[in-house]
């Protein structure tokens, strides 16, 4: 859990350059401990990566990333859309939370709620690779 992302997709250059930072900082660690999820905010918006996101390359050994920081603040800018990348699965700018149910030892669902109405707006299982 950090308050910033490693990977994001809004056009915010001086942000996203804390993130590729932290990324050449961490990611080798993420992926050697085999974390599974990494979670952060700082974005007011919701953002869902690809299962096994290193190096910016999907289904590489890494951790899926989900940012949720949708939980008061305004929310980001939706004109500015975002910058092409190859991560994005989900992207949301509604308030909302999310809702962690874990199964077992190997086995959790992650749910991004819509606060406004309680629909389940996105949803992802995980399941532990070791």
Partial sequence: ???????????????NSVGIAMRAEFEDLLRRYHV????AGHYHSYLRTCDGLYGSVCSNGGPIHITVGTAGAHLDDESLG????????????LWGYGRVTVYNSTDMLFEFVNAKNGTVEDKVKVRRRR
Wanted: proline share 6%; no cysteine.
């Fill in 1 to 15: 859990e950090s308050h910033r992302p490693m990977y994001h997709a809004k056009p915010y250059w001086a942000d």
């Fill in 36 to 39: 599974d999820v990494f979670f």
């Fill in 82 to 93: 975002l910058y092409d990348n190859v991560w994005t699965e989900r992207f949301l700018a």
